[in-house]
C-alpha cells in the first residue's frame, strides 16, 4: 500500500515539475532499424530492440520470434516476419555475433490441441495485424485471437493478455527459452527451479544458461511473477534435456506435475531436465495481467522488483516509462524542425543509444560493492567512438557511473572489459578499448566520484599485463575474453605481428590504446606520458612504404618481427575475421584510422594533395573487394555499415579549406544510408553506435574521442539545445539559412568569428555552456583557414 502511494505521487511530481518538457518519445520510432536487407527478417539488420524499456534498463521486455531460415539471427529476438515463441524478459540491443538472453519468457495460449510445451513449434503464433509500439509500449495480435501488451519498468516487466470469448486462457512459462543460433556460441539452457504459491498466482524460481557472445560457464537468472487473477489450473512440467543442436524435441513428451515445487536436476548438473509452469484461468477472465521481476541475485529480490509495477494499470508503466525517457534522456537536445523525418530519424537515434549497457547497480551476484554496475558492455569495440561521447555530454553521470563500473570490474576481475554480458567479459575484437573511454572522459574533465588513480591502473593492466589465453576457438592465437591477447608482441617489436590473428587492427588499436594511457598519465602518472606516447607510434613500424595499392603507395602492412611482409592485398582482409590480418575492415580502412596522429599520417601518405585524392578514393564506387565479414554496406573501400570507417569521411577536416568536403560527405552517407525505414541503419546498429554516429552527424560535429576535439560538419537544424547533464550548462548550435544549403558560410563560436575546422571540448561546455552560430549557403567556402585540428600524437618535428 505504501509502495504504491508513492508511486503514484512520484508520477505526479513529475508531471508538475516537468510539467512543461514536451513529449518527444513521439518522434521515436521503435521499428527503425529491426529489418535486414532480406525482408520480413533481421539478417543482416539493424538487430535492434523494439520492445519496451528504460534508458540502460536492466530488463528489456519483448517478443522472441522464429526465423524462416534458421541461419538468420535474431539478436534481439525479434523478426518483423516471424512466429511469436514467448514474450522473454531480457534482451540485448543492436548486437551482432550472436544472440544473447531471450530468457524469462510467458506466452499466452489459447489451447493446448497438439501442443507439446517442449517445443515451440508446436505452439508459436503468427500475428495478425501490424504490432504498435511507443516508447515503454509494445502491443502485438497473436493469430490464436489474444493481444498481448507489455511494458517496462527498471527490473521488471509487465503484461497484459486479452484473451478471446469461448477459448482457453493458458500461460506458459518455459523456463529452458532461450534465443537460439546455430553453431556459433550458441547459447544453452543449463539447468532451472520453479516454486510456486498454492493458489497459483506467483512463481519463483531461477534458470541457469551458459554461452552467447561473451561465451563462458554457467550463470544463473532468478524470477519471480505475478497474476492478477487466479489461476483456476497450476501445474509444472518437465522432459528430457534438449541441448540446443537438437533440431526439435518432438520426441519427447512433458510430464506434468501439481507439485508446488519442481526442479530440473541436481544443482550445478549442466544436462538438467527442461522446466516449466502452465497457468490455466477461469472462463471469466477475460483479460490476464502478469508482472515479472527479474534479479541476478535472488528471487527474493526479483519479488521485491514487482513493487516497482504499481497496481495492475499497465498504462501506469508506459507513463512512467515515456517519463523518464523525456526527462532523462530525450529532452537533453531539443530540437526544432518542420521536417518530420528529419525529427524522426534523430530521436529514434538518441533513444537507440541509450538502451545499452544495461544498468545492473545491487544486482551484481559476485560481489559486494558501493560502485555502480553495468552489465552488456557490447561491444566497447563499437561504442567507444561515438556512443560513449554522447553520453558523456548529455548524461554525464551516467558515463561516469560507466566508468566506476568498469573500474570495480578491474579490481575484482584484474581486467576491464571490453564485451561483457551476463557478468562475464569477452569477447575482445582488437584493443582493450575502455581504455579510450576512460581516457576520452578523463580529457573532458568528468570526475564524479571516479576514482582516477585505480582507473589509470586498470589502464596500466591492459597495457602491460598478458591476459591469459582463453583459447577461443576463433583464434587461439591469444586471448579474446579480456586486455590485448597480442600484448607479447606488442611489448617486444612495438607492433602485432601476424603469429597472432588480426595483427594490423590490433596494432592500430593498440597505439591508440596507449595514446589514451599517455593522456591519463598527464594527469595521472607523468613519468608515464613519454613512454606510453613513444608506443602508440608502434603503427608506424608496420607502414610498408613500398606497397602499392590503386596507385597509392605506403600502407600498413601484416609484418614480421624481422620486418618482411606477409603478402597481403591492402584491399582485402579475406574473411576479415578473427584469425585475418585485419578485423572486419581491410588495410586500406585502417591505414586513415590514426586520428591521434594525422599529421604522421598525412605525411606517410605523401602530404595533404595526395592524402586528399586517397581519401577521395575510399568513396569510388565499385573498389570495394572484402565483405568485412559480412559487416558491409555499399560497394565503396569506405564501409558505412560497421565502425572501422566511422571518422573516415571527415578527415577532409585535417586538410585547409577542405572542410566543406566533410559536409557533402556527410550528407551522402546520411542520405544514402539512413532513413525511417525498418532498414534504416546500414548493418547492426551496435548497441547504438550507428544511432550515435547519426546522431553527432546530425548535430553537426564529429567527436575525436581520446582528445577534446570536435570536427565540425553542418548542423541539420536551425536551433538545436543541448542540455550538458542536469546540472551543466547549455549549448547552443544555431544555423540560418539551412534552406539554402548546408555549406558552411561562417561560423562564429561564442561570438567570435571561426576559421578552424575543429572546437575543443571547453569551447562546447566551458562554464555555462556554448553557442555555435552557422551561416550556412549553397556553395562550398573555404573558411576553414586556421590551426588544424590537433595530432597529440605526434612526436617530434
Ligand atoms: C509461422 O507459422 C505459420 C503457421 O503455422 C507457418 O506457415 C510459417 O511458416 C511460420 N513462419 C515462421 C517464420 O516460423
Ligand atoms: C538461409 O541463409 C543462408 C545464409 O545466408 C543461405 O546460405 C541459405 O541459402 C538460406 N536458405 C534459404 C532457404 O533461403
Ligand atoms: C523453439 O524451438 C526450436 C526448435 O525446437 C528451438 O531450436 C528453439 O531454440 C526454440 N526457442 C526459440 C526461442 O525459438
Ligand atoms: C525433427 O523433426 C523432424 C520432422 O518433424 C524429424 O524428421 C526428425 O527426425 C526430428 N529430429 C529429431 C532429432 O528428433
Ligand atoms: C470468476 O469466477 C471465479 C470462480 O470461478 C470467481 O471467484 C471470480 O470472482 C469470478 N470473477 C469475475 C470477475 O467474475
Ligand atoms: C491506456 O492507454 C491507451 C492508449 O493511450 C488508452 O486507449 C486506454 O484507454 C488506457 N487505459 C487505461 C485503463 O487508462
Ligand atoms: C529558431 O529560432 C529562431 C530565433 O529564436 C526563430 O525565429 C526560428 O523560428 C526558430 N526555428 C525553428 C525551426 O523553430
Ligand atoms: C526531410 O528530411 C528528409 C531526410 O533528410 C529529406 O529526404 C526530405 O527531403 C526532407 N523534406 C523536406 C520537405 O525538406
Ligand atoms: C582510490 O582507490 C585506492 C585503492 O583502490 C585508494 O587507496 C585511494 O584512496 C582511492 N582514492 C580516492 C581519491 O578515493
Ligand atoms: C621510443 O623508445 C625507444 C627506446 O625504448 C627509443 O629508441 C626511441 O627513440 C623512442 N622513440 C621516440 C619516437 O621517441
Ligand atoms: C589509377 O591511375 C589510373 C591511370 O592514371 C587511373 O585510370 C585510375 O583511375 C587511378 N585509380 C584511382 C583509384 O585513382
Ligand atoms: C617492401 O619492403 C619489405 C620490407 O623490406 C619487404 O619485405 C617487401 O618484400 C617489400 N615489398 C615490395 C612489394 O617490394
Not at 736 to 744: K, P, T
Request: glycine residues 10%; contains cysteine; charged residues 20%.
Amino acid at each position: 500500500m505504501v509502495s504504491l502511494l508513492c508511486g503514484v505521487l512520484s508520477l505526479a511530481l513529475i508531471s508538475t515539475v516537468f510539467g512543461e518538457t514536451r513529449d518527444f518519445t513521439k518522434h521515436v520510432n521503435l521499428f527503425l532499424g529491426t529489418e535486414g536487407d532480406v525482408p520480413g527478417s533481421a539478417f543482416r539488420g539493424g538487430n535492434v530492440f523494439p520492445g519496451a524499456t528504460l534508458p540502460f534498463g536492466a530488463v528489456k521486455v519483448g517478443m522472441d520470434t522464429t526465423r524462416w531460415n534458421v541461419s538468420y539471427q535474431a539478436n534481439a529476438g525479434y523478426t518483423p516476419d516471424g512466429n511469436v515463441t514467448a514474450i522473454s524478459m531480457l534482451h540485448v540491443s543492436g548486437t551482432g555475433g550472436a544472440p544473447t538472453y531471450g530468457l524469462i519468457p510467458q506466452m499466452p495460449l489459447t489451447t493446448l490441441e497438439g501442443v507439446n510445451l517442449l517445443d515451440n513449434i508446436t505452439y508459436m503464433q503468427p500475428r495478425v495485424g501490424d504490432d504498435v509500439a511507443s516508447v515503454g509500449y509494445y502491443k502485438t495480435q497473436l493469430e490464436n485471437g489474444v493481444t498481448a501488451e507489455m511494458s517496462a519498468s527498471m527490473h521488471a516487466g509487465v503484461m497484459k493478455y486479452q484473451y478471446p470469448e469461448n477459448e482457453g486462457r493458458y500461460v506458459v512459462v518455459d523456463i529452458s527459452h532461450f534465443l537460439p543460433s546455430i553453431g556459433k556460441k550458441e547459447q544453452w539452457y543449463s539447468n532451472g527451479v520453479i516454486e510456486r504459491s498454492d493458489d497459483g498466482t506467483t512463481y519463483s524460481g531461477y534458470g541457469v544458461y551458459r554461452e552467447g557472445w561473451a561465451t563462458g560457464g554457467d550463470y544463473r537468472v532468478y524470477f519471480c511473477g505475478q497474476f492478477d487473477t487466479v489461476p483456476s489450473n497450476a501445474q509444472f512440467f518437465s522432459g528430457k534435456y534438449t541441448d540446443p543442436y537438437w533440431p526439435n524435441a518432438t520426441d519427447v513428451n512433458p510430464v506434468f506435475t501439481d507439485s508446488t515445487y519442481i526442479q530440473g536436476g541436481t544443482v550445478s548438473y549442466q544436462y538438467a531436465d527442461r522446466v516449466g509452469a502452465l497457468f490455466e484461468f477461469p472462463a471469466n477472465a477475460s483479460t490476464v495481467t502478469s508482472k515479472v521481476g527479474v534479479s541476478w541475485v535472488s528471487a527474493d529480490k526479483a519479488c521485491q522488483f514487482l513493487n516497482e509495477i504499481v497496481g495492475w494499470d499497465l498504462n501506469a508503466t508506459v507513463e512512467a516509462a515515456k517519463d523518464q525517457w523525456n526527462t532523462e534522456v530525450l529532452s537533453k537536445i531539443d530540437v526544432t524542425s518542420a521536417n518530420k523525418t528529419q525529427l524522426e530519424m534523430f530521436y529514434t537515434g538518441v533513444y537507440h543509444s541509450h538502451l545499452m549497457p544495461s544498468d545492473r547497480t545491487g544486482e551484481n551476484p559476485y560481489w559486494e560493492s558501493d560502485e555502480p554496475y553495468y552489465d552488456d558492455f557490447y561491444t566497447l569495440w563499437d561504442t567507444f567512438r561515438c556512443t560513449h561521447a554522447l553520453i558523456s555530454l548529455i548524461l554525464p553521470h551516467r558515463q561516469i557511473d560507466m566508468i566506476r563500473a568498469m573500474i570495480d570490474i578491474w579490481r575484482f576481475e584484474r581486467f576491464m572489459p571490453d564485451g561483457r554480458s551476463r557478468n562475464t567479459n569477452g569477447r575482445v575484437q582488437g584493443g582493450s578499448n575502455a581504455d579510450n573511454i576512460l581516457a576520452d572522459a578523463y580529457v573532458k574533465g568528468l570526475q564524479g566520484d571516479i576514482n582516477w588513480t585505480d582507473g589509470y591502473l586498470a589502464m596500466k593492466t591492459n597495457a602491460e599485463v598478458v591476459p591469459y589465453n582463453n583459447f577461443d576457438w576463433e583464434d587461439l592465437s591469444g586471448s579474446t575474453k579480456e586486455g590485448r591477447g597480442a600484448l607479447l608482441d606488442w611489448k617486444k617489436y612495438g607492433f602485432v605481428t601476424p603469429t597472432f590473428g588480426r595483427s594490423i587492427s590490433k596494432t592500430v588499436e593498440y597505439s591508440h590504446n596507449d595514446f589514451s594511457l599517455a593522456q591519463v598519465a598527464k594527469g595521472e602518472a607523468h613519468k608515464d606520458v613519454a613512454l606510453y606516447l613513444n608506443r602508440s607510434t608502434g603503427w608506424q613500424k608496420t607502414w610498408a612504404a613500398n606497397v602499392t595499392s590503386l596507385n597509392f603507395t605506403g600502407f600498413l602492412a601484416p609484418t614480421y618481427g624481422n620486418g618482411s611482409i606477409k603478402e597481403y592485398d591492402p584491399l582485402s582482409c579475406g574473411d576479415c575475421n578473427w584469425q585475418a590480418i585485419s578485423y572486419e575492415g581491410v588495410p586500406w580502412e585502417y591505414s586513415f584510422s590514426i586520428p591521434f596522429d594525422m599529421k604522421t599520417l598525412i605525411s606517410l601518405m605523401g602530404g595533404t594533395e595526395t592524402f586528399e585524392e586517397r581519401l577521395d578514393a575510399m568513396f569510388i564506387p565499385g573498389l570495394a573487394q572484402s565483405n568485412s565479414g559480412g559487416n558491409r554496406a555499399g560497394d565503396t573501400i569506405f564501409n558505412p555499415g560497421n565502425e572501422p570507417s566511422f571518422m573516415t569521411p571527415f578527415l577532409y577536416n585535417y586538410i585547409p579549406g577542405r572542410q566543406h568536403r566533410s559536409v557533402s560527405r556527410s550528407r551522402e552517407i546520411q542520405d544514402q544510408w539512413y532513413n525511417t525505414g525498418r532498414s534504416g541503419v546500414p548493418g547492426n546498429d551496435d548497441s547504438g553506435s550507428m544511432s550515435s554516429w547519426i546522431v553527432w552527424n546530425m548535430i553537426g560535429i564529429y567527436p575525436v574521442v581520446t582528445q577534446p576535439v570536435y570536427l565540425i560538419l553542418s548542423p541539420r537544424f536551425e536551433n538545436m539545445t543541448i542540455r550538458l547533464g542536469d546540472d551543466g550548462g547549455v549549448l547552443r548550435i544555431k544555423a540560418s539559412g539551412l534552406e539554402q544549403g548546408s555549406f558552411i558560410q561562417n561560423l562564429k563560436v561564442n561570438g567570435q568569428m571561426w576559421n578552424q575546422s575543429w572546437v575543443s571540448h571547453e569551447d562546447l561546455v566551458g562554464g555555462e555552456g556554448g553557442l555555435l552560430e552557422f551561416e550556412m549557403g549553397p556553395e562550398p567556402k573555404m573558411w576553414d583557414t586556421g590551426e588544424l585540428p590537433p595530432s597529440p600524437g605526434h612526436l617530434g618535428q
